[in-house]
């Protein structure tokens, strides 16, 4: 505002009579001279911003969280919006398969959670000795029991996070700790069983009954020099016969 805008607009404040004298700390101030201008700056300081662009998209402002519908109607405008079923007894029954893959993720009652005392009901984890003597196919699904296991109680655990529980997580723990142990144990044999075939392929190349390189079908892998039927003879010719009527 310049000076002389200022002065027309005191000039009637000036003419008055001063009733009350100013205070005295207010003298350095009234003898200051007036400022020639003033400097008037925007609120922001960033730069002017570009005049946008018309938007011409036909879903603005459509928002599913907000609720805003379409602005102009479709072809499904006019058909009627399925109304929800509050009475359970009037509510469609939907069939589950009772085999279905997903029942794995839950207890044998298919509950959301299992009580405490039935899952303190466990025996302890399979030991390295014992599993020694399964097979690999009684090892393959001893596994995925264990994954199936352990999915289950993963399950449970997130549920009890949700509903805030409170209880059952120690019973979980020891029972997944078992579970853990036998698979370890799993790990355990069939890693010997690994080094035993690899310490019997590399003792087949230097074994002369072996043709562990052979390429034709019809020559024999294995070819024994003697055969055990051959040995068991030997042996029963060499036994010392008995002579008959001695005691």
């Known amino acids: 505002m310049p000076h002389s805008t200022l002065t027309r607009s005191l000039a009637p404040l000036l003419k008055r009579p001063i009733l009350d004298p100013p205070p005295t700390f207010l ?6 001279p007036l400022p020639t201008a003033f400097h008037a700056s925007p609120f922001s300081t960033s730069a002017v911003q570009c005049k946008r662009a018309r938007d ?7 928002s599913a969280l907000r609720r805003t519908g379409l602005k102009r109607p479709v072809s499904m405008s006019k ?11 009037k509510r469609s029954k939907v069939e589950v398969n009772p085999n279905h893959g997903l029942w794995g993720f839950f207890n044998k009652d298919r509950t959301s959670l299992t009580k405490p005392e039935d899952e303190a009901k466990h025996g302890r984890g399979w030991s390295v000795e ?12 001893l ?8 999915n289950r109680l993963a399950t449970e655990r997130q549920e009890r996070v949700n509903t805030d529980a409170g209880y059952g997580d120690y019973e979980a723990n020891e029972r997944e700790r078992q579970v853990r142990n ?8 069939l890693t010997e069983r690994w080094y035993a075939w690899e310490e019997a392929r590399k003792m087949s190349r230097t074994d002369p009954e072996i043709h562990y390189r052979s390429a034709r079908s019809h020559v024999p892998k294995y070819k024994p020099s003697v055969y055990e039927d051959d040995v068991m ?11 008959a009527g001695t005691s």
Request: a negative charge; glycine letters at 2%; hydrophobic letters at 30%.
């Open 182 to 189: 036998t698979q370890r144990s799993i790990k355990h044999a």
């Open 233 to 243: 003879e030997d042996a029963i010719e060499e036994q010392p016969q008995v002579a």
């Open 79 to 89: 058909e009627p919006l399925p109304e929800p079923v509050l009475d359970p007894e």
């Open 56 to 62: 011409y998209s036909k879903n603005r402002g459509v």
């Open 27 to 32: 003298a350095p101030f009234l003898l200051r």
């Open 130 to 141: 014992e599993l020694r003597h399964k097979s690999f196919e009684d090892l393959h699904c």
């Open 143 to 150: 596994w995925w029991v264990c994954c199936k296991e352990r």
